[in-house]
Protein backbone atom coordinates (compact mmCIF):
# COMPACT_ATOMS: atom_id res chain seq x y z
CA UNK A 1 0.00 0.00 0.00
CA UNK A 2 2.75 2.13 1.05
CA UNK A 3 4.73 1.27 -2.35
CA UNK A 4 1.52 1.80 -4.77
CA UNK A 5 1.11 5.43 -2.50
CA UNK A 6 5.16 6.22 -3.26
CA UNK A 7 4.93 5.50 -7.08
CA UNK A 8 1.13 7.27 -7.15
CA UNK A 9 2.95 10.67 -6.03
CA UNK A 10 6.00 9.92 -7.87
CA UNK A 11 4.59 9.39 -10.95
CA UNK A 12 1.90 12.34 -10.34
CA UNK A 13 4.69 14.68 -9.41
CA UNK A 14 6.50 13.43 -12.69
CA UNK A 15 3.09 14.05 -14.85
CA UNK A 16 3.39 17.56 -13.34
CA UNK A 17 6.90 18.65 -14.70
CA UNK A 18 6.58 17.12 -18.07
CA UNK A 19 3.08 18.68 -18.54
CA UNK A 20 3.51 21.30 -21.62
CA UNK A 21 3.13 24.85 -20.29
CA UNK A 22 -0.39 26.04 -20.92
CA UNK A 23 -1.48 29.59 -22.70
CA UNK A 24 -4.75 29.89 -21.80
CA UNK A 25 -5.66 33.03 -24.61
CA UNK A 26 -8.93 34.49 -24.72
CA UNK A 27 -10.34 36.64 -27.92
CA UNK A 28 -13.71 38.18 -29.40
CA UNK A 29 -14.46 35.77 -32.10
CA UNK A 30 -17.09 37.99 -34.34
CA UNK A 31 -14.12 39.61 -36.05
CA UNK A 32 -13.31 37.91 -39.25
CA UNK A 33 -10.54 37.68 -40.87
CA UNK A 34 -9.07 38.41 -37.40
CA UNK A 35 -10.83 35.74 -35.21
CA UNK A 36 -14.06 33.96 -36.06
CA UNK A 37 -15.52 30.53 -35.47
CA UNK A 38 -15.97 28.34 -38.36
CA UNK A 39 -19.03 25.65 -39.34
CA UNK A 40 -17.63 23.45 -36.54
CA UNK A 41 -17.18 25.73 -33.68
CA UNK A 42 -13.90 26.00 -34.22
CA UNK A 43 -11.76 29.13 -33.61
CA UNK A 44 -10.32 30.56 -36.56
CA UNK A 45 -8.28 33.65 -38.15
CA UNK A 46 -5.53 35.59 -38.52
CA UNK A 47 -4.40 35.78 -34.58
CA UNK A 48 -5.72 32.32 -33.86
CA UNK A 49 -3.18 30.76 -36.54
CA UNK A 50 -0.60 33.92 -35.66
CA UNK A 51 -1.20 32.29 -31.44
CA UNK A 52 -0.82 28.57 -32.45
CA UNK A 53 2.41 29.23 -34.35
CA UNK A 54 3.65 30.66 -31.28
CA UNK A 55 2.08 28.44 -29.20
CA UNK A 56 4.29 25.72 -31.59
CA UNK A 57 7.70 26.88 -31.50
CA UNK A 58 6.82 27.28 -27.85
CA UNK A 59 5.87 24.38 -27.35
CA UNK A 60 2.97 25.37 -25.01
CA UNK A 61 -0.79 23.83 -25.42
CA UNK A 62 -2.25 26.81 -25.95
CA UNK A 63 -6.65 27.44 -25.40
CA UNK A 64 -8.95 30.10 -26.91
CA UNK A 65 -11.77 31.04 -24.92
CA UNK A 66 -14.34 33.79 -26.25
CA UNK A 67 -15.77 36.73 -24.55
CA UNK A 68 -16.91 40.24 -24.97
CA UNK A 69 -14.20 42.90 -26.67
CA UNK A 70 -14.89 45.21 -23.51
CA UNK A 71 -14.63 42.77 -21.03
CA UNK A 72 -11.44 41.41 -22.77
CA UNK A 73 -9.02 43.60 -20.48
CA UNK A 74 -11.07 43.09 -17.23
CA UNK A 75 -10.68 39.26 -17.28
CA UNK A 76 -6.59 39.24 -18.09
CA UNK A 77 -6.93 41.42 -14.86
CA UNK A 78 -8.73 39.26 -12.97
CA UNK A 79 -6.53 35.99 -13.78
CA UNK A 80 -9.00 34.54 -15.56
CA UNK A 81 -7.03 33.83 -18.64
CA UNK A 82 -3.23 34.56 -19.42
CA UNK A 83 -3.04 36.30 -22.82
CA UNK A 84 -5.70 37.97 -24.98
CA UNK A 85 -4.89 38.27 -29.02
CA UNK A 86 -8.12 40.27 -30.38
CA UNK A 87 -6.55 42.63 -33.29
CA UNK A 88 -6.12 45.01 -30.05
CA UNK A 89 -4.56 48.03 -30.54
CA UNK A 90 -1.90 49.07 -28.50
CA UNK A 91 -2.65 52.14 -27.11
CA UNK A 92 -1.66 54.45 -23.91
CA UNK A 93 -5.45 53.58 -21.93
CA UNK A 94 -4.51 50.03 -22.50
CA UNK A 95 -0.89 50.33 -21.49
CA UNK A 96 -2.12 51.34 -17.96
CA UNK A 97 -4.15 47.97 -17.64
CA UNK A 98 -1.84 45.75 -19.43
CA UNK A 99 1.47 44.69 -21.03
CA UNK A 100 1.35 44.56 -24.82
CA UNK A 101 3.70 41.73 -26.94
CA UNK A 102 5.81 43.05 -29.85
CA UNK A 103 3.23 44.12 -32.81
CA UNK A 104 2.14 41.35 -35.45
CA UNK A 105 -0.37 43.80 -37.73
CA UNK A 106 -0.08 47.08 -38.48
CA UNK A 107 -3.28 47.99 -38.81
CA UNK A 108 -5.32 51.25 -39.95
CA UNK A 109 -9.32 51.89 -39.66
CA UNK A 110 -11.76 53.32 -41.90
CA UNK A 111 -15.60 54.23 -42.51
CA UNK A 112 -17.89 52.13 -44.36
CA UNK A 113 -20.74 53.87 -45.80
CA UNK A 114 -23.53 53.51 -48.52
CA UNK A 115 -22.09 53.43 -52.25
CA UNK A 116 -22.06 57.13 -53.64
CA UNK A 117 -23.60 59.45 -50.79
CA UNK A 118 -20.45 60.30 -49.03
CA UNK A 119 -17.48 60.91 -49.96
CA UNK A 120 -15.64 62.34 -46.33
CA UNK A 121 -16.79 61.19 -42.89
CA UNK A 122 -17.65 64.78 -42.18
CA UNK A 123 -20.36 64.38 -44.63
CA UNK A 124 -21.81 61.63 -42.23
CA UNK A 125 -22.97 64.99 -39.86
CA UNK A 126 -26.21 64.03 -38.05
CA UNK A 127 -26.09 60.68 -39.53
CA UNK A 128 -25.31 57.23 -37.36
CA UNK A 129 -22.08 55.62 -37.37
CA UNK A 130 -21.84 52.21 -35.68
CA UNK A 131 -18.31 51.24 -33.32
CA UNK A 132 -18.12 48.69 -31.35
CA UNK A 133 -18.19 49.25 -27.60
CA UNK A 134 -14.71 48.90 -26.04
CA UNK A 135 -12.36 49.71 -29.23
CA UNK A 136 -9.99 52.02 -30.51
CA UNK A 137 -12.57 53.37 -33.06
CA UNK A 138 -15.08 54.40 -30.62
CA UNK A 139 -12.34 56.36 -28.73
CA UNK A 140 -11.21 58.15 -32.22
CA UNK A 141 -14.49 58.93 -33.21
CA UNK A 142 -16.07 60.19 -29.67
CA UNK A 143 -12.76 62.83 -29.66
CA UNK A 144 -12.73 63.68 -33.59
CA UNK A 145 -15.94 63.88 -34.36
CA UNK A 146 -17.66 65.53 -31.49
CA UNK A 147 -18.42 68.69 -32.79
CA UNK A 148 -19.29 67.40 -36.06
CA UNK A 149 -22.73 65.93 -34.44
CA UNK A 150 -21.77 62.42 -36.11
CA UNK A 151 -23.97 60.23 -34.09
CA UNK A 152 -22.43 57.71 -32.39
CA UNK A 153 -24.44 54.25 -31.65
CA UNK A 154 -22.11 51.50 -29.27
CA UNK A 155 -22.45 47.93 -30.42
CA UNK A 156 -21.67 44.37 -29.06
CA UNK A 157 -20.06 43.35 -31.74
CA UNK A 158 -19.50 44.67 -35.55
CA UNK A 159 -21.37 41.78 -37.35
CA UNK A 160 -24.21 43.52 -35.45
CA UNK A 161 -22.90 46.90 -36.51
CA UNK A 162 -22.81 45.56 -40.27
CA UNK A 163 -26.29 43.94 -40.13
CA UNK A 164 -27.87 47.42 -39.15
CA UNK A 165 -25.82 49.05 -41.61
CA UNK A 166 -27.70 46.53 -44.39
CA UNK A 167 -31.17 47.33 -42.51
CA UNK A 168 -30.64 51.04 -42.62
CA UNK A 169 -30.55 51.30 -38.72
CA UNK A 170 -27.69 53.28 -39.29
CA UNK A 171 -25.54 55.31 -42.05
CA UNK A 172 -21.83 54.27 -41.87
CA UNK A 173 -19.71 51.99 -39.79
CA UNK A 174 -15.80 52.67 -38.48
CA UNK A 175 -13.97 49.39 -38.34
CA UNK A 176 -10.21 48.09 -38.87
CA UNK A 177 -9.54 48.32 -42.66
CA UNK A 178 -9.18 44.70 -42.84
CA UNK A 179 -12.07 43.63 -41.09
CA UNK A 180 -14.09 46.54 -43.22
CA UNK A 181 -12.76 44.58 -47.01
CA UNK A 182 -13.23 41.23 -45.60
CA UNK A 183 -16.95 42.35 -45.14
CA UNK A 184 -17.14 44.40 -48.37
CA UNK A 185 -16.25 41.88 -50.25
CA UNK A 186 -18.04 39.07 -48.64
CA UNK A 187 -21.87 40.39 -47.64
CA UNK A 188 -22.12 43.80 -48.95
CA UNK A 189 -23.80 43.04 -52.06
CA UNK A 190 -21.32 46.00 -53.76
CA UNK A 191 -23.82 48.47 -52.34
CA UNK A 192 -21.09 49.78 -49.96
CA UNK A 193 -17.66 51.22 -50.04
CA UNK A 194 -15.21 53.04 -47.69
CA UNK A 195 -15.41 56.66 -46.98
CA UNK A 196 -12.19 58.95 -47.26
CA UNK A 197 -9.01 57.79 -46.53
CA UNK A 198 -7.86 55.02 -43.95
CA UNK A 199 -6.82 56.55 -40.63
CA UNK A 200 -3.71 55.84 -38.87
CA UNK A 201 -3.66 57.23 -35.47
CA UNK A 202 -0.85 56.59 -33.76
CA UNK A 203 -2.76 58.11 -30.76
CA UNK A 204 -5.31 55.94 -31.02
CA UNK A 205 -4.57 53.03 -32.89
CA UNK A 206 -1.15 52.70 -31.82
CA UNK A 207 1.45 51.26 -33.61
CA UNK A 208 -0.63 48.41 -34.56
CA UNK A 209 -2.24 44.71 -32.91
CA UNK A 210 -0.33 43.44 -30.11
CA UNK A 211 -1.00 40.49 -28.11
CA UNK A 212 -2.00 41.64 -23.88
CA UNK A 213 -0.45 39.87 -20.73
CA UNK A 214 -1.66 40.41 -17.01
CA UNK A 215 0.77 43.84 -16.00
CA UNK A 216 2.96 40.90 -13.83
CA UNK A 217 3.59 38.38 -16.32
CA UNK A 218 6.88 39.86 -17.66
CA UNK A 219 7.72 36.02 -18.08
CA UNK A 220 4.77 35.17 -20.75
CA UNK A 221 5.67 38.50 -22.34
CA UNK A 222 8.94 37.72 -23.11
CA UNK A 223 8.53 33.87 -24.48
CA UNK A 224 5.88 35.49 -26.67
CA UNK A 225 7.99 38.05 -27.69
CA UNK A 226 10.27 35.22 -28.61
CA UNK A 227 7.96 33.08 -30.20
CA UNK A 228 6.55 35.79 -32.54
CA UNK A 229 10.07 36.73 -33.47
CA UNK A 230 10.84 33.31 -34.25
CA UNK A 231 7.38 32.80 -36.24
CA UNK A 232 8.46 36.15 -38.11
CA UNK A 233 12.05 35.15 -38.87
CA UNK A 234 11.46 31.36 -39.88
CA UNK A 235 8.41 32.38 -42.47
CA UNK A 236 5.46 31.06 -40.42
CA UNK A 237 4.42 34.83 -40.61
CA UNK A 238 4.25 35.10 -44.16
CA UNK A 239 2.49 32.20 -45.00
CA UNK A 240 -0.25 32.98 -42.58
CA UNK A 241 -0.74 36.82 -43.90
CA UNK A 242 -0.35 35.84 -47.16
CA UNK A 243 -3.34 33.32 -46.29
CA UNK A 244 -5.58 35.89 -44.98
CA UNK A 245 -4.29 39.40 -46.94
CA UNK A 246 -3.89 39.42 -50.72
CA UNK A 247 -0.52 41.55 -50.90
CA UNK B 1 -13.85 57.40 -14.01
CA UNK B 2 -13.80 61.19 -13.62
CA UNK B 3 -16.52 63.45 -12.56
CA UNK B 4 -17.03 64.28 -16.41
CA UNK B 5 -18.31 60.52 -16.66
CA UNK B 6 -20.68 60.87 -14.17
CA UNK B 7 -22.57 63.45 -15.73
CA UNK B 8 -22.39 61.80 -19.07
CA UNK B 9 -24.29 59.39 -17.22
CA UNK B 10 -27.03 61.88 -16.30
CA UNK B 11 -27.15 62.34 -20.59
CA UNK B 12 -28.99 59.36 -20.25
CA UNK B 13 -31.66 59.48 -17.51
CA UNK B 14 -33.76 61.17 -20.23
CA UNK B 15 -33.78 58.75 -22.57
CA UNK B 16 -34.42 55.86 -19.70
CA UNK B 17 -37.04 57.63 -18.07
CA UNK B 18 -38.75 58.32 -21.83
CA UNK B 19 -38.84 54.47 -22.58
CA UNK B 20 -40.48 54.15 -19.02
CA UNK B 21 -43.13 56.56 -19.51
CA UNK B 22 -44.04 55.24 -22.96
CA UNK B 23 -43.59 51.72 -22.08
CA UNK B 24 -45.64 51.84 -18.62
CA UNK B 25 -48.31 54.47 -21.02
CA UNK B 26 -48.91 52.15 -23.73
CA UNK B 27 -48.59 48.82 -21.42
CA UNK B 28 -51.12 49.91 -18.76
CA UNK B 29 -53.48 50.58 -22.10
CA UNK B 30 -53.18 47.08 -23.41
CA UNK B 31 -52.92 45.87 -19.75
CA UNK B 32 -56.68 46.89 -19.60
CA UNK B 33 -57.67 45.34 -22.44
CA UNK B 34 -56.16 42.11 -21.82
CA UNK B 35 -57.85 42.50 -18.40
CA UNK B 36 -61.37 43.20 -20.05
CA UNK B 37 -60.91 40.02 -23.01
CA UNK B 38 -60.35 37.79 -19.89
CA UNK B 39 -63.00 39.25 -16.98
CA UNK B 40 -65.19 39.54 -19.82
CA UNK B 41 -64.80 36.07 -20.74
CA UNK B 42 -64.92 37.13 -24.94
CA UNK B 43 -64.48 34.09 -26.72
CA UNK B 44 -61.33 34.28 -28.63
CA UNK B 45 -60.02 37.52 -27.08
CA UNK B 46 -59.75 35.78 -24.22
CA UNK B 47 -57.67 32.63 -25.86
CA UNK B 48 -55.57 35.66 -27.30
CA UNK B 49 -55.01 37.35 -24.19
CA UNK B 50 -53.98 34.73 -22.07
CA UNK B 51 -51.47 33.24 -25.00
CA UNK B 52 -49.73 36.39 -25.30
CA UNK B 53 -49.60 36.97 -21.51
CA UNK B 54 -47.91 33.43 -21.37
CA UNK B 55 -45.18 34.32 -23.89
CA UNK B 56 -44.71 37.66 -22.33
CA UNK B 57 -44.39 36.46 -18.65
CA UNK B 58 -42.74 32.81 -20.11
CA UNK B 59 -39.99 34.66 -21.46
CA UNK B 60 -37.08 36.99 -20.40
CA UNK B 61 -37.27 40.12 -21.17
CA UNK B 62 -33.75 40.33 -23.01
CA UNK B 63 -35.49 37.89 -25.65
CA UNK B 64 -38.23 39.59 -26.01
CA UNK B 65 -36.43 43.43 -26.71
CA UNK B 66 -34.08 40.86 -29.11
CA UNK B 67 -36.56 39.40 -31.30
CA UNK B 68 -38.36 43.04 -31.61
CA UNK B 69 -35.16 44.74 -32.59
CA UNK B 70 -34.17 41.71 -34.91
CA UNK B 71 -36.75 39.72 -36.05
CA UNK B 72 -38.85 41.80 -38.25
CA UNK B 73 -35.21 42.89 -40.24
CA UNK B 74 -35.16 39.48 -41.55
CA UNK B 75 -38.27 40.04 -43.40
CA UNK B 76 -38.07 41.90 -47.23
CA UNK B 77 -41.30 42.77 -47.05
CA UNK B 78 -41.16 44.75 -43.67
CA UNK B 79 -38.03 46.07 -44.28
CA UNK B 80 -39.67 48.01 -47.08
CA UNK B 81 -42.86 48.70 -45.67
CA UNK B 82 -44.15 51.97 -43.74
CA UNK B 83 -43.58 49.66 -40.64
CA UNK B 84 -39.85 49.61 -40.81
CA UNK B 85 -39.89 53.67 -40.36
CA UNK B 86 -40.30 53.13 -37.01
CA UNK B 87 -39.00 49.91 -36.30
CA UNK B 88 -35.97 50.37 -37.01
CA UNK B 89 -35.44 52.85 -34.31
CA UNK B 90 -34.18 50.99 -31.68
CA UNK B 91 -36.20 53.15 -28.96
CA UNK B 92 -39.19 52.73 -30.49
CA UNK B 93 -38.42 48.08 -30.55
CA UNK B 94 -37.67 48.53 -26.87
CA UNK B 95 -40.99 50.10 -26.18
CA UNK B 96 -42.75 47.72 -27.70
CA UNK B 97 -41.08 44.68 -25.74
CA UNK B 98 -41.47 46.76 -22.64
CA UNK B 99 -45.26 47.77 -23.07
CA UNK B 100 -45.88 44.13 -23.64
CA UNK B 101 -44.10 42.39 -21.15
CA UNK B 102 -44.97 44.75 -18.97
CA UNK B 103 -49.10 44.62 -20.23
CA UNK B 104 -48.99 40.81 -19.53
CA UNK B 105 -48.13 41.16 -16.07
CA UNK B 106 -50.12 43.95 -14.95
CA UNK B 107 -53.17 42.54 -16.47
CA UNK B 108 -52.73 39.73 -14.11
CA UNK B 109 -52.45 41.85 -11.28
CA UNK B 110 -55.54 43.78 -12.79
CA UNK B 111 -57.93 40.89 -12.93
CA UNK B 112 -56.82 39.57 -9.06
CA UNK B 113 -57.95 42.82 -8.18
CA UNK B 114 -61.49 42.84 -9.71
CA UNK B 115 -61.50 39.07 -8.75
CA UNK B 116 -60.60 40.33 -5.26
CA UNK B 117 -63.97 43.24 -4.99
CA UNK B 118 -66.01 41.22 -2.40
CA UNK B 119 -68.69 39.12 -3.65
CA UNK B 120 -71.17 41.29 -1.98
CA UNK B 121 -70.38 44.03 -4.40
CA UNK B 122 -71.04 42.48 -7.37
CA UNK B 123 -74.31 40.60 -6.16
CA UNK B 124 -75.55 43.99 -5.20
CA UNK B 125 -75.44 45.37 -8.86
CA UNK B 126 -76.71 42.27 -9.66
CA UNK B 127 -79.67 43.00 -7.50
CA UNK B 128 -80.44 46.33 -8.84
CA UNK B 129 -80.30 45.04 -12.47
CA UNK B 130 -77.18 46.39 -13.46
CA UNK B 131 -75.85 45.41 -16.93
CA UNK B 132 -72.20 43.78 -17.04
CA UNK B 133 -70.73 47.38 -18.29
CA UNK B 134 -72.45 49.21 -15.12
CA UNK B 135 -71.21 46.67 -13.00
CA UNK B 136 -67.99 46.94 -14.19
CA UNK B 137 -67.74 50.85 -13.93
CA UNK B 138 -68.51 50.32 -10.58
CA UNK B 139 -66.00 47.56 -9.69
CA UNK B 140 -62.98 48.72 -11.37
CA UNK B 141 -62.61 51.79 -9.64
CA UNK B 142 -62.71 50.16 -6.47
CA UNK B 143 -59.97 47.10 -8.06
CA UNK B 144 -58.16 49.90 -9.12
CA UNK B 145 -57.15 51.33 -5.60
CA UNK B 146 -56.25 48.06 -4.33
CA UNK B 147 -54.05 47.17 -7.62
CA UNK B 148 -52.06 50.48 -6.38
CA UNK B 149 -49.49 49.17 -4.20
CA UNK B 150 -48.43 46.44 -6.44
CA UNK B 151 -48.56 48.40 -9.67
CA UNK B 152 -46.30 50.78 -8.12
CA UNK B 153 -43.84 47.47 -8.07
CA UNK B 154 -44.30 46.99 -11.82
CA UNK B 155 -43.29 50.54 -12.49
CA UNK B 156 -40.12 50.39 -10.75
CA UNK B 157 -40.10 46.75 -12.72
CA UNK B 158 -40.27 48.44 -16.07
CA UNK B 159 -37.82 51.56 -14.93
CA UNK B 160 -34.92 48.31 -14.07
CA UNK B 161 -36.15 46.81 -17.60
CA UNK B 162 -34.94 49.49 -18.98
CA UNK B 163 -31.24 49.17 -18.34
CA UNK B 164 -31.50 45.99 -20.86
CA UNK B 165 -32.84 48.28 -23.75
CA UNK B 166 -28.52 49.35 -23.87
CA UNK B 167 -28.17 45.56 -25.16
CA UNK B 168 -29.46 47.02 -28.78
CA UNK B 169 -27.40 50.33 -28.92
CA UNK B 170 -29.86 52.78 -27.12
CA UNK B 171 -27.71 55.14 -24.87
CA UNK B 172 -29.43 55.18 -21.50
CA UNK B 173 -27.57 54.97 -18.61
CA UNK B 174 -26.77 51.51 -18.89
CA UNK B 175 -25.77 52.81 -22.27
CA UNK B 176 -23.27 55.43 -21.20
CA UNK B 177 -22.02 52.97 -18.40
CA UNK B 178 -20.93 50.49 -21.19
CA UNK B 179 -19.28 53.15 -22.82
CA UNK B 180 -17.61 54.52 -19.73
CA UNK B 181 -16.24 51.32 -18.36
CA UNK B 182 -14.86 50.10 -22.20
CA UNK B 183 -13.16 53.48 -22.40
CA UNK B 184 -11.46 53.98 -18.93
CA UNK B 185 -12.03 50.00 -17.94
CA UNK B 186 -13.07 51.43 -14.01
CA UNK B 187 -16.24 49.07 -13.78
CA UNK B 188 -16.56 48.90 -10.10
CA UNK B 189 -16.79 53.16 -10.77
CA UNK B 190 -18.91 53.32 -13.68
CA UNK B 191 -21.53 50.60 -13.10
CA UNK B 192 -21.60 51.61 -8.88
CA UNK B 193 -22.70 55.16 -9.94
CA UNK B 194 -25.21 53.88 -12.99
CA UNK B 195 -26.59 51.76 -9.77
CA UNK B 196 -27.04 54.97 -7.66
CA UNK B 197 -28.81 56.83 -10.75
CA UNK B 198 -31.34 54.11 -10.69
CA UNK B 199 -31.64 53.92 -7.05
CA UNK B 200 -32.31 57.42 -6.73
CA UNK B 201 -35.08 57.22 -9.78
CA UNK B 202 -36.54 54.37 -7.76
CA UNK B 203 -36.61 55.81 -4.47
CA UNK B 204 -38.51 58.91 -6.08
CA UNK B 205 -41.15 56.25 -7.53
CA UNK B 206 -41.35 54.90 -3.84
CA UNK B 207 -42.72 58.10 -2.61
CA UNK B 208 -44.67 59.67 -5.55
CA UNK B 209 -46.72 55.77 -5.02
CA UNK B 210 -46.81 56.21 -1.44
CA UNK B 211 -48.70 59.38 -1.34
CA UNK B 212 -51.01 58.29 -4.06
CA UNK B 213 -51.49 55.05 -1.79
CA UNK B 214 -52.60 57.06 1.21
CA UNK B 215 -54.79 59.27 -0.96
CA UNK B 216 -56.64 56.32 -2.83
CA UNK B 217 -56.91 53.93 0.04
CA UNK B 218 -58.05 56.52 2.77
CA UNK B 219 -61.05 54.13 2.81
CA UNK B 220 -59.38 51.64 4.28
CA UNK B 221 -58.45 53.36 7.61
Not at chain 1, 47 to 74: G, H, M, W, Y
Not at chain 2, 130 to 142: F, S
Not at chain 2, 161 to 167: N, P, V
Amino acid sequence: MKKLLTALILTSAAAQVTAAEQIKFVTEATYPPFEMMDENNEFQGFDIDIARAVCTELKAECSFANQSFDSLIPSLKFRRYDAAIAAMDVTPARQKQVDFSDVYYENSAVLVAEKGKYNVVSDLSGKAVGVQNGTSHQAYMTDTYADEKVLLLNFPSYQKAFLDLKNGRINGVFADSAVAHDWLTKHSGGNYETVGKAVTDAKYFGAGFAIAVRKDNAELLAKLNKGLQTIKANGTYDKIYAKYFAK
Amino acid sequence: MTLDHFWLLFNGLSTTLEITFFSLLFGSILAVGLTLAMVNKIPGLNLLARTIILIFTGTPLLIQIFLVYSGPSQFEVIRHSFLWDYLSQAKICAIIALAFNTAAYSSLLFKGAIESVPRGEWDACKALGMTRGQTLAIIVPHALRRVLPSYSNEVILVLKGTSLASSITIMDVMGYANQINGQTYDALMAFSAAGIIYLGMNGILVLIFKQLEKKALAFQS
